[in-house]
């Protein structure tokens, strides 16, 4: 089950991010997800 959570994106981000989801055909919120998941993964492997 998902959770939603509102995330506040700094306005010098919204542009790019509009732009990649564009190109994806995909919405700004999967591309937010994929970059989240990203994270945390990185910092799961760097944990241990």
Known sequence: ???T???T???QYTDRLKAAAK???VSAAVI???AIK???TKR???NG
């Open 23 to 25: 190109a994806e055909g």
């Open 1 to 3: 089950m998902k959770k």
């Open 9 to 11: 994106i700094p306005p």
């Open 44 to 46: 799961r492997d760097k």
């Open 32 to 34: 937010v997800e994929r």
């Open 5 to 7: 959570v509102k995330l």
């Open 38 to 40: 990203t994270l945390m």
